[in-house]
């Protein structure tokens, strides 16, 4: 069974930095493309981040350029998303996805 | 970026009834289309890629059709479960975007 799991989530001051980690079993992860997802309170979806099954193919929302790294780490069957100069419009539930299965969220809240 | 848009936002039917989802996409996607189902409180759920393949453990009530730009969700006989809110994401081109969302609810 595909199974995600995602931790790392909480409160932040803006300007500040976390990581989110996302640990997957159930499927052959090292072959399987990634996602971070993000939904902001009473939004809709909006697609993140993805990293190819190697990582060394990574691709970003443009409003999270520059800011947020996505990596993944196969030995571990884990998959992050660190996320540097937060921003209040960054509060969200982030959604790791793959081989079209969700994770649980984790949510950010930015506040000061 | 590819903009895709739903309709209808919200849409009221009843336990039984036929209905359909239609999301349009601002430029050609060839059939790189998805629709997930999202219940309150709940993570998505994945339920058709490539615009007409159906998710595993997905009733077969639900349907997609389409290509191009313009695709459609179909759920045949709306069960009680089904009321929820439904998006599509082309993932086509990067970003991979998604559309606003249709809510679902019960009439």
């Known amino acids: 069974e595909v199974q995600l799991l995602e931790s790392g989530g909480g409160l932040v001051q803006p300007g500040g930095s976390l990581r989110l980690s996302c640990a997957a079993s159930g499927f052959i992860f090292s072959k399987s493309d990634m996602n971070w997802v993000r939904q902001a309170p009473g939004k809709g979806l909006e697609w993140v981040s993805r990293i190819s099954g190697s990582g060394d193919r990574t691709y970003y929302v443009d409003s999270v350029k520059g800011r947020f790294t996505i990596s993944r780490d196969n030995s571990k069957n884990t998959v992050y998303l660190q996320m540097n100069s937060l921003r209040a419009e960054d509060t969200a539930v982030y959604y790791c996805?793959?081989?079209?299965?969700w994770g649980q969220g984790t949510l950010v809240t930015v506040s000061s | 970026d590819i903009q895709m848009t739903q309709s209808p936002s919200s849409l009221s039917a009843s336990v039984g009834d036929r209905v359909t989802i239609t999301c349009r996409a601002s430029q050609g996607i060839s059939n790189y289309l998805a629709w997930y189902q999202q219940r309150p409180e709940k993570a998505p759920k994945s339920l058709i890629y490539d615009t007409s393949s159906l998710q595993s453990g997905v009733p077969s009530r639900f349907s997609g059709s389409g290509s191009g730009t313009d695709f459609t969700l179909t759920i045949s006989s709306l069960q009680p479960e089904d009321f929820a809110t439904y998006y599509c994401q082309q993932y086509s081109n990067y970003p991979h975007t998604f559309g606003q969302g249709t809510n679902l609810e019960i009439k």
């Open positions: 996805a793959g081989v079209w299965r």
